[in-house]
């Protein structure tokens, strides 16, 4: 077997975002799963989040729309493939509900949430098929973005 | 949403082999769940199983490899996706275990065993991401090999 040599090749088609979150893992996750309060923080301002479906287990769907400032919706699909409540959550947009492959699959989110001392050790991957994919999407602004959503995340579950 | 569209192409890129196994559907998921039992099965003779690790849960590994007539080995290693004790199972090469996505994802497997009057509805399904992944697998004798795989399986299943 090819265990490093497949662990080298996936590190070069992965982004991550790590940040210490100054809120429990508990409210974090919270943020991440309950449609009311994703819809809050999920898309960096001015960007919003006008639709949110979460049927947070294995195979259930994750949906989301996210509108721009002039009022274009783009629709992101998929199903989450693990789930570990309050500490990691494992989606895609490969699959459609039903494990149906779509054609043009694009990314998996690990998103992690780890205690460190009461607050949140929280690290959000996004592995890709292809090195190309994985520049097109920090080309998208994968580091920006996901940045500017996170100081929200963090805001919200403050809150909570 | 494009629900029906969707659906019809996935049916272009869906290959299925559905059986009426005469012996009931708690035998055939042995056959396909456990590592000996499977072994005896899997691959038409005159190729063989010499090795298969099966990790029976959502993430858990899917490995077998297939030895030819003449002694080539062919590794095919993935996860479960999904699985429903006695009655479906999903597994895929997209992902290497841990939820890393492979660079040639090739295919989404999903059987299914149904009770029929102590007998068993089998249905074995291969789903693919374009219509040319689906047609190479054709050409690769998807019908013939799994077909007589299927005939083992059925064989074994009588005898457990």
Known sequence: MTEPATALAAETRELVLTRLIDAPPAKVYRAWTEPELLKQWFAPLPYTVPFAELDVRPGGVFHTVIRSPDGADFGGRGVYLDVVPGEKLVF?????????????????????????????RYTARARHFTVED??????MGFHEGWGKATDQLEALAKTL
């Open 92 to 120: 895609t947009d490969v699959y459609e509900p039903g494990w149906h492959p779509v054609e043009k699959p694009f990314m998996t989110a690990i998103v992690t949430f780890e205690d460190e001392g009461g607050k949140t």
């Open 134 to 139: 994985r520049l097109r999407h920090e080309e």
